[in-house]
């Protein structure tokens, strides 16, 4: 009879053992949101408390389609960021990250990570980048900052 019961003990223990779940932390959790802006746009995000505008482009050198270049050039983004209660902050995000000429792919400020996904239109080598201002449309992703 005691064989039977530390044999039923024994398999209670093992199976408790293997519904043990790890628990989320929940306080380093953060949301990330996709915003696309077209040149002059402003908008305020669903998941954060701030507004986010897109300037316009400082700087395209970018290698138009059809053309063989030494690099490959680079876009830079003007994109300002404003929260309610802060003076708003305006940041450069470029199509690469080249720290020794400044360039960089993402940026931290006011607490959140801005982060440069996409520049559109491409150049091509019929139109250049003139023809360009004004049509410039760019996609971030933005995330607050875990501390």
Same mark, same amino acid.
Do not use: H
């Given at each position: 009879?005691? @064989? %039977?019961?530390?044999?039923?003990?024994? $398999?209670?223990?093992?199976? #408790?053992?293997?519904?043990?779940?790890?628990?989320?932390?929940?306080? @380093?959790?953060?949301?990330?949101?996709?915003?696309?802006?077209?040149?002059?746009?402003?908008?305020? $995000?669903?998941? %954060?408390?701030?507004?986010?505008?897109?300037?316009?482009?400082?700087?395209? =050198?970018?290698?138009?389609?059809? !053309? @063989?270049?030494?690099? =490959? +050039?680079?876009? !830079?983004?003007?994109?300002?960021?404003?929260?309610?209660?802060?003076?708003?902050?305006?940041?450069? #995000?470029?199509?690469?990250?080249?720290?020794?000429?400044?360039?960089?792919?993402?940026? @931290?400020?006011? +607490?959140?990570?801005? =982060? $440069?996904?996409?520049?559109?239109? %491409?150049?091509?080598?019929?139109?250049?980048?003139?023809?360009?201002?004004?049509? %410039?449309?760019?996609?971030?992703? !933005?995330?607050?900052?875990?501390?």
């Amino acid at each position: 009879m005691m @064989n %039977y019961k530390t044999i039923i003990i024994g $398999l209670g223990f093992c199976s #408790l053992a293997g519904c043990a779940t790890q628990k989320e932390n929940i306080g @380093n959790r953060t949301e990330r949101e996709s915003v696309s802006l077209a040149e002059g746009q402003r908008k305020s $995000l669903r998941e %954060y408390p701030i507004k986010i505008k897109f300037n316009g482009i400082s700087e395209d =050198s970018r290698c138009p389609e059809g !053309v @063989n270049c030494i690099w =490959s +050039g680079v876009a !830079v983004a003007e994109i300002e960021i404003a929260e309610k209660a802060t003076k708003p902050t305006t940041i450069k #995000l470029a199509t690469i990250d080249l720290q020794d000429r400044g360039y960089q792919r993402t940026a @931290n400020t006011n +607490g959140y990570t801005i =982060s $440069l996904q996409d520049i559109a239109p %491409y150049p091509n080598k019929e139109q250049g980048t003139q023809t360009l201002r004004g049509n %410039y449309k760019i996609a971030v992703i !933005v995330q607050k900052t875990v501390k």
